[in-house]
């Protein structure tokens, strides 16, 4: 058992480390200079409605975090602050920025062209393949929903095993709860689809049940 307080001591501890991990302005300038380009990634995560919008900006060549500041709001004029802070960050290194990521937002779109004018603004790749992926996903959406249909009964044949244990019905309780395991097994769009995914497990698990069933009849003959 850990207390609430042990916890909330780690949290402080972790924050700590990682404030000075970003402010450390003299490491972060050596390995920019040395690499002689950066490509901007801007990206802003909001832990619930209403809360404050985590905006951060890092280089995708470092993987260094160049700035990370909670916003109220995500407005045109509160993302072109943040990219200007960035901007004054770099400017004294004389760095190239070679390019710049971000969603699609029309806030963004526009805080970009202001700030860094003629500087090449792709897309994220991962929502560029999400909105490409579209039909794509939907299908497979269906497909798992009609295999998932196929794999209901699963927890009542698991109760009436747990009634009779035996080995066998012990290896059986193994192979239902892989089923179930396999159910909530989601892979998530657009790199991974999800009815593949489970038709992949499936077939796995009836591959080793087949081949149980065929070590069995050879034994017996």
């Known amino acids: 058992m850990i207390s609430e307080r042990a916890v909330t001591h780690l949290l402080h501890r972790y924050e700590e480390l990682v404030s000075l991990h970003i402010t450390d302005r003299e490491r972060i300038a050596a390995r920019l200079q040395e690499q002689g380009q950066v490509i ?3 990206d802003g995560l909001q832990p619930d409605v209403g809360h404050e919008v985590l905006w951060v900006v890092r280089d995708c060549f470092s993987e260094e975090i160049l700035l990370a500041r909670p916003l109220l709001s995500s407005t045109q004029g509160d993302i072109t602050a943040l990219l200007q802070e960035v901007k004054r960050l770099l400017e004294p290194l004389k760095i190239p920025i070679k390019g710049i990521i971000s969603d699609g937002e029309e806030t963004i779109r ?4 202001f700030v860094f004018p003629g500087v090449a ?3 994220c790749q ?5 909105d490409a992926i579209k039909p794509f996903y939907e ?9 998932k249909k196929q794999l209901r009964g699963v927890r009542p044949i698991e109760r009436a095993l747990e009634e009779h244990p035996t080995p066998e019905n012990e290896a059986i309780r193994d192979y239902c709860l892989a089923v179930r395991a396999s159910l909530t ?8 689809a999800s009815g593949l995914r489970l038709h992949a497990r499936i077939k ?7 081949r149980v069933e065929q070590k069995k009849d050879c034994s017996q003959r």
Not at 110 to 113: D, E, H, I, R
Not at 126 to 130: A, G
């Open 204 to 210: 796995q698990i009836s591959d080793s049940i087949e």
């Open 40 to 42: 901007l990634a801007l």
């Open 121 to 123: 603004h792709q897309l």
């Open 185 to 192: 097994d989601d892979g998530r769009s657009p790199l991974e």
């Open 126 to 130: 991962f929502h560029y393949l999400k």
């Open 139 to 147: 299908a497979d959406r269906h497909a798992k929903t009609l295999l």
């Open 110 to 113: 526009s805080a970009v062209a």
